[in-house]
């Protein structure tokens, strides 16, 4: 009689710590699924011409780099001009104005930058994806702007990388200024 009172014990610790463990993982779960939002991006380019001339366009070639994949995923674009004076658009013809916002709906894209002064240009582009927090990639461009004369002495024609290379934006920017330098 004593084993079988020992057995059944047992039997009700071993139901009870059964019963605690199941509601503890019941309760500790939800029924939302944890599906990651937010993949590191780059946009990467070709070489860029750094001599442009007033009324030349120079190609800007990209495309979108992600980590990951995230069906709703929207990336948009935006520029500011530090200096110079000049317009940007896309492959598309849509012009895009400095500040503003544009969805960005293919991953494989051109920019073309059109120099709209006779001094040095730069501008700095801004990819932006709809995480939250959102992530923003910035592409930087320098141009020295030459008469029409000098154009023809150029023989470099090698291109370059955007001054920066690229990079993931930590600290969103907020109130930019646009500074235009030629009239």
């Not at 309760?27 to 001339?53: A, H, W």
């Not at 000049?86 to 895009?96: C, E, H, I, T």
């Not at 104005?97 to 960005?104: E, G, K, S, T």
């Amino acid at each position: 009689m004593k084993k079988r009172n020992k057995q059944n014990a047992f039997a009700a610790i071993f139901s009870a710590m059964l019963a605690t463990v199941v509601a503890i993982a019941l309760v500790s779960c939800d029924n939302e699924l944890d599906v990651q939002q937010g993949y590191p991006f780059t946009v990467e380019t070709m070489p860029v011409p750094k001599r442009i001339v007033k009324g030349e366009t120079v190609e800007i070639r990209c495309e979108l780099k992600r980590e990951g994949r995230f069906s709703d995923a929207r990336y948009t674009v935006r520029y500011f001009q530090p200096d110079g004076k000049g317009s940007l658009r896309m492959d598309d013809g849509m012009v895009l104005l400095p500040n503003d916002r544009y969805p960005l709906d293919r991953e494989v894209f051109r920019l073309y930058y059109t120099s709209e002064c006779e001094d040095q240009q730069s501008i700095d582009i801004y990819f932006e994806d709809n995480s939250a927090p959102a992530q923003l990639f910035l592409l930087s461009f320098d141009f020295n702007n030459e008469k029409k004369d000098d154009a023809e002495d150029d023989t470099g024609g090698t291109g370059r990388i955007p001054r920066t290379g690229g990079e993931l934006v930590k600290n969103p920017l907020v109130n930019i200024e646009t500074v235009t330098v030629c009239e």
